[in-house]
């Protein structure tokens, strides 16, 4: 079945580039997304990539799409002490408009001091 | 500022208890979902529903139940609270058609079940 990874813990210093990566397995995902989830908090839409698309670039944020290995990452420059949460990444599978999502295990963003 | 919003932040409830957890969306969307999140399995999704009165199972409905009597509101019902139902509750909704939106979620229902 659908199936989508993400190594669990990433820790980065406070300035440093992260690079949080998830590998998926339906090639006919329409989107791809990822969420922020801070704690005690629910999960917030952060940044999609349309399945066309080979890069995204929102501020701070780069997502990266290559759809050829399913691969998706998400680079997030100058990390900040805020960036600290769990980011999910999420696949739509099915028709667009059925919109079941996969979503990963999650990977536990730490930002040293 | 569009909202999901989920009744209980954090509920304690006793073992064989019967319990409703409520979730609202003002966004008139037509999907609604409940996801369970445990730490180290994710996001697992419990029920959804594509429609007033449409439920749909979804990996784990095992021990649970929903009601989608209205567009906007869509209820967990646990008929018998058991201690491995603990976890932390997640409702979302989206809307048919507007993929790029993805899913709205609420903030959470962290259920202790005692």
């Known amino acids: 079945g659908e199936d989508v990874e993400q190594s669990l813990f990433l820790s980065v210093r406070e300035g440093d580039s992260s690079v949080i990566n998830c590998t998926y397995t339906?090639?006919?995902?329409?989107?791809l997304y990822w969420y922020k989830q801070e704690p005690g908090a629910g999960l917030q839409l952060l940044t999609y990539?349309?399945?066309?698309?080979d890069m995204k670039q929102d501020q701070r944020l780069t997502v990266l799409l290559n759809k050829k290995d399913k691969h998706l990452s998400l680079r997030i420059a100058d990390t900040q002490t805020g960036d600290s949460a769990i980011y999910f990444c999420?696949?739509?599978?099915?028709?667009?408009?059925?919109?079941?999502?996969?979503f990963g295990p999650g990977t536990r963003l730490s930002v040293l001091p | 500022d569009v909202k999901v919003t989920q009744s209980s932040r954090y509920l304690v409830k006793r073992t064989g208890e019967k319990v409703f957890l409520e979730c609202v969306q003002d966004?008139?969307?037509?999907?609604m979902f409940w996801y369970r999140q445990d730490p180290g399995l994710g996001l697992r999704l419990i029920y959804f529903?594509?429609?007033?009165?449409?439920?749909e199972k979804g990996d784990i409905p095992e021990g649970y139940s929903v009601s989608r009597e209205k567009k906007e509101r869509f209820s967990l019902i646990l008929e018998s609270a058991s201690t491995n139902q603990t976890s932390m509750y997640l409702c979302a909704s989206s809307s048919t058609g507007v993929a790029n939106y993805g899913y709205t979620f609420g903030s959470g229902t962290r259920l202790t079940v005692v």
């Open positions: 999420a696949e739509s599978i099915g028709p667009v408009g059925g919109q079941n999502f996969v």
């Open positions: 529903s594509y429609d007033v009165k449409m439920k």
């Open positions: 966004m008139d969307h037509e999907n």
């Open positions: 339906d090639s006919s995902s329409t989107y």
């Open positions: 990539i349309f399945s066309n698309m």
